[in-house]
């Protein structure tokens, strides 16, 4: 699901914190070393999430923020700011030049640069905190 949040909407929080839980205290956020990636290169997107880009060959930004159920994909398009809510249970990740982001019939991938080289350890974090969600629901024979 993708929210428009340039401005505050009680619904859009309360929707969100639903989906994906509240977010982090700052004091278990230090703990973790942060909870929020630096802002890298949107290199492409799936046709259904074209609408969400610059429309001009402009460079686009997204940042990523996790939750204890999912994780916030921010996109930034001029001045408008949109959200994309994916809980752990739909998101796939997949490395290859680069990474990318699956959920929902939607993907976004990320350029491979400098950025994305500095954002490895909260991929590594995210994925952690994915696996942490999904051995709560393992079932043993």
């Given at each position: ?36 990636s ?80 500095e ?23």
């Open positions: 699901m993708i929210l428009d949040t340039t401005h505050t909407n009680k619904d859009h929080d309360k929707l969100i914190n639903d989906l994906v839980g509240k977010p982090f205290g700052l004091v278990h956020s230090i703990k973790m070393g942060g909870i929020g630096k802002r890298m290169m949107v290199k492409a997107v799936s046709p259904n999430m074209q609408q969400y880009l610059n429309a001009v060959d402009d460079v686009n930004y997204a940042n990523l923020e996790l939750r204890p159920n999912g994780v916030l994909i921010r996109i930034n398009k001029g001045l408008k700011n949109f959200t994309w809510v994916i809980p752990y249970y739909q998101l796939v990740i997949y490395k290859t030049n680069g990474s990318s982001i699956h959920a929902q019939g939607k993907f976004i991938h990320f350029r491979q640069n400098t950025t994305f080289r954002n490895k350890a909260f991929f590594d974090k995210l994925l952690e905190e994915k696996v942490k969600y999904h051995s709560q629901y393992d079932v043993l024979p």
